[in-house]
């Protein structure tokens, strides 16, 4: 014992020896926490403590890595949603039309009215809004169109089957609104509304 040990009073050293043994086994049980949070934890089995400390550690750098390609593929994903939706005015701003189609969907009963006010050469919108239409299995009764200046004015007129009365029109009107604006979110639509 050293001189300085000689002169404590035994309680202060008694009192010491169960700090540091309580400390120990504080230690001792985070030790225990920490391995028991590991994916390969076996409680059966019984791991050096520095194996334990690398393989949390190891552990731990994995799921950082994962955190960090889950963060990028959500920028990634962002990032496309956003050239999505601003490519679709771009195409029509490229091709000389400063403003993209606009769509009115008018729902009476079984019936549905689509009117579409399009640039001259935007004949696809018209045609896309029949194809999801027919897809939808909405029986076009009659279109027409108009020649107004520099747009066209198209009207649609279609009718809902019975079987898809209820909940279809509104399901129609979506897609189409989701073609024409692309302005819903995605998560925002029902999943249904997606398949096309």
Not at 94 to 110: C, D, F, Q, V, Y
Not at 129 to 134: E, F, N, T, V, Y
Request: charge should be negative; glycine fraction near 4%; hydrophobic fraction near 35%.
């Amino acid at each position: 014992m050293d001189q300085q040990q000689e002169n404590q009073p035994s309680s202060t050293r008694v009192d010491r020896k169960i700090v540091e043994k309580n400390r120990r086994n504080h230690m001792k049980n985070l030790y225990s926490e920490l391995n028991s949070l590991l994916p390969s934890y076996n409680p059966k089995q019984v791991v050096a403590l520095p194996d334990q400390i690398d393989e949390a550690t190891e552990y731990i750098k994995s799921l950082e890595a994962k955190v960090r390609m889950a963060k990028e593929k959500k920028e990634r994903l962002i990032m496309e949603r956003k050239r999505t939706r601003s490519g679709f005015s771009s195409d029509f701003e490229a091709r000389g039309n400063l403003k993209p189609p606009k769509m009115e969907i008018h729902e009476t009963g079984s019936v549905l009215r689509v009117i579409l006010t399009c640039g001259i050469d935007d004949h696809f919108v018209f045609c896309e809004i029949i194809r999801i239409l027919h897809e939808e299995n909405v029986d076009v009764i009659n279109t027409s169109y108009s020649v107004v200046g520099d747009s066209v004015i198209h009207v649609v007129l279609g009718e809902v089957g019975q079987s898809m009365f209820q909940s279809g029109a509104s399901k129609v009107s979506e897609k189409l609104k989701w073609f024409v604006n692309r302005s819903i979110c995605d998560e925002e639509m029902d999943p249904n509304v997606m398949g096309f």
